[in-house]
Every structure is written in structure tokens, then in C-alpha cells.
């Protein structure tokens, strides 16, 4: 059983019924109690909603206009940050509700739940991209900081790029809610961006969760996807962002005292 204190949030359509009572199976089989948080309907968003959408700032560094299932996405994460921050929740896990998990889950998330006093403020359980899973350099591979029953915790230098299931302390969660106030990317690409938000990426590998896969993506095609052409100034400004993004972790690596060496090359 998973620490009493510890707050499971599971972020789901209410109208996907099939993956509310996949979730449901799959809690109950851990003996873990969540609360299932209404997402963001991307088919239903409001003018409120969308006045937090910054399409000018998403073309500079997203590229593309965000979709609006990659806009409800976010939206239905940030509620979980407000939770966290408004209740004062030490730490909460959250989840989406298209996951599987190994054995190594629960033991994982119990051992991260019991540490007295972490070094982290998120620890992503899943990740999207292959170089990060099984990493073939020591800037992909990162540095083990911790042992965990099956693997062991790391501290990347470079992006994670998963936001299926997470533990979040209330801190990162605060800082969330002001520098992710206005959206401008998709989510998990804005956990990413440690050296903006100061949360450094830490992973538990071997990954102990995946996407289901007998479900698709509720996101759909993502909005670099689905552009159609990119402008030469477009394309202009992509490479302006990407050489000022690598300037920055530079000037980052070089005053954090947390940051890797691997964040100077």
C-alpha cells in the first residue's frame, strides 16, 4: 500500500468511460486510491481558456500552433499544480489515464513517497524518447543518485519528454503555476526547460510506465504535425530559439551548482 499521504491524481475525459474503468483495474490491482480529475476537454474549450494560450509566443518556440488537445492537455495538468499548491500537499503522483505499468511501479513509487528529505521536485516515470530509456551517451545516461528497488534514480542533462506519470513536490508545483501560466508549448516540453523553471529533470529507469498500447492518443496529431508549411522567417526564427535555448543551459550549467557537467557541452 502507498503512503496514506501521498495524493494520486488521475487525469481523465469524462467521457472516455473505457479508460476511467482501465484505471480503475489497474488501481485497484495495486491497492492504490486515486482521485480522478476531470480533463480539460479540448473539443469544449472556453474563451477563459483559450485567453491562456499565447499563439505568437507558440510560433516562436513551439514552432507551430498548438492544437486544441494539446491546449486542453496542458490545462488539465496545471488543475493537478493548483491542487497540490492550494491543499499544501507535500507531493502528489500524477497519472493519465492510458498508462500501463511493470512490477517495478508500486515499489518505485513507494520508495520515492517514503524519501525524508528528496533531492528532486519531479521525477518522471515515463518517457517518449528512446535516447532517454536506453541512452547511448553519459549526457543521455545522466548521473545515478539514488538505488531503487529494480533500478535506479537519475539526474538527467537533456529533456525527458513524457508527461503520462510523475510525482511532483509541492514546490515544483508552485513554480509551475507562475511559469506556466501562459502556454506557449505543450506540457511536458514546459517541465522540460530546467533552465528556465529550475526543475531538474530526474528519471527512474528502467521506466516503469508506458503508454497503453490499446489506446491511441487522446491529443492527436500534435500541431507541428499538422502544419501544413513553415515560413522561411519561421524557420529563421526556430533556429534563433534553439541557439538562444543552448546559450542559456550553457549560462545555466555554469552558476547552478546542482546542474550536471554534461549540461556544459
Known sequence: MVAQSLKIFVISLERAADRRRHMERLLEGLGMEAEFIPAVDGRALTASQRARYDARRARWHYRAEMTDSEIACYLS?????ERIANEGLPMALILEDDIAVGP???????ALAAQAEPQWSVVRLQTQRTRVSTPKSAKDAGAAVGDLPGGGLFRLGTHVLGGCAYLMRK?????????????????DQTLDRYWEN???PYVVRPFPVWQHPDFGSQIGSRGREVRTTERRSDAFRGRLVRSLDGLNKRLFAATDTRALPALRR
Open 104 to 110: 517495478q511501479f508500486l515499489p518505485v513509487v513507494q
Open 198 to 200: 529550475g526543475i531538474l
Open 171 to 187: 514546490e515544483a508545483a508552485e513554480t509551475m503555476l507562475s511559469y506556466g501560466l501562459r502556454i506557449v508549448r505543450p506540457i
Open 77 to 81: 495538468h496545471y488543475r493537478c499544480y
